[in-house]
C-alpha cells in the first residue's frame, strides 16, 4: 500500500509541469522581470500580441488542412512567444488559477508524504 502511495506521488510530481500550458507562473514571471529589471516597452508587448495572434491563426490553418507537422511547428512557436511575453510583459498573461491550486494541492501531498514515509522525522511544515 505504501508502494502504491509512493508511487502515485512520484507520479503527480512528473505530471505537475504538464498541468499548466503556460512557460511561465504570474510569480514567475514578475521574479524574473524584477530580477533582470526587464523594461519591456509598450510597444515590445504589442508585437508580442500581434506575433501570438498571427502564428494561433496560422497553426488553426494548419489544423484545418491537416499538416501536422506545421501545426506543431507553429504551436512550439506560440509557446516560445507566450513563455517570451510572461517574462517580458508579466501584465499580459492571465494567472491559471487552477494549475496554482493543484501545484499547491501537490506540495502539500508531498509534505505529508514524506511526514507519513519518514515516521514524522520529516515533520509536516
Known amino acids: 500500500m505504501r508502494r502504491k502511495l509512493l508511487m502515485l506521488v512520484l507520479a503527480l510530481f512528473c505530471v505537475a509541469p504538464l498541468a499548466s500550458a503556460q ?28 506575433q501570438i495572434s498571427q502564428f494561433t491563426l496560422m497553426r488553426d490553418r494548419a489544423a484545418r488542412l491537416g499538416n501536422e507537422l506545421w501545426l506543431e511547428r507553429m504551436s512550439n512557436q506560440v509557446d516560445t512567444l507566450r513563455g517570451i511575453q510572461a517574462a517580458r510583459c508579466p501584465k499580459d498573461v492571465p494567472v491559471d488559477t487552477a494549475a496554482q491550486a493543484f501545484a499547491e494541492l501537490l506540495k502539500l501531498a508531498a509534505k505529508g508524504a514524506v511526514a507519513y514515509f519518514t515516521f514524522g522525522a520529516g515533520g509536516f511544515f
Open 23 to 50: 512557460s511561465l507562473s504570474q510569480e514567475e514571471a514578475a521574479e524574473l522581470f524584477a530580477a533582470q529589471q526587464i523594461n519591456a516597452h509598450p510597444s515590445e508587448c504589442a508585437r508580442l500580441r500581434r
